[in-house]
């Protein structure tokens, strides 16, 4: 993103100290290193604010408190700023899942998703999961004062909600 839009500065947050190391090398390498920063911080507590984009990709579930960490990204944003959240594609009914990647997506979130999101220090909300669908996802936004939440896109492996203060 930094290469194709060299007007303007970004920054990048995650928990694990490693992933954002590899990211300051990679923007080194890039040569994007002066319009970007990264900082080790959770979605509940990172820094800054007026942000006009933030993106959660395939995270959002893993998160021990998904409403707070909405609620700390609905802070942060600029008044006209958008979240972008890309989340696994999943219905928001049992039934509307079972089937092949749904399935795939149930195992994989039972021995890793929630898992994580406990170790993540889940404890008042419950743990999405891999399988939250559109409606639970929603919900959190709204809980958290995003004044709107839509589906801005969809495959058959990941849907896409931009939410709006």
Request: net charge negative; proline share 5%.
């Amino acid at each position: 993103m930094a290469e194709a839009f060299p007007a303007s500065t970004f920054a990048g947050f995650d928990s694990h100290a490693g992933g954002i190391e590899r990211a300051r090398e990679a923007a080194a390498e890039a040569g994007v290193g002066e319009r970007v920063r990264f900082e080790v911080a959770g979605a509940d507590a990172f820094s800054g604010g007026g942000y006009d984009l933030v993106r959660i990709f395939d995270a959002f579930h893993d998160l021990g408190d998904p409403a707070r960490a909405a609620h700390h990204i609905r802070e942060a944003l600029a008044p006209e700023g958008t979240l972008m959240l890309v989340e696994p594609q999943a219905g928001d009914r049992t039934e509307d899942n079972l089937n092949p990647v749904g399935r795939i997506f149930y195992a994989g979130s039972a021995r890793i998703c929630v898992p994580h999101a406990i170790a993540d220090g889940g404890t008042g909300t419950p743990a999405l999961g891999a399988q939250a669908g559109e409606a639970a996802l929603r919900g959190v936004l709204e809980r958290a004062g995003f004044a709107s939440a839509r589906r801005a896109a969809e495959t058959p492996f990941n849907l896409v909600l931009e939410a709006r203060p």
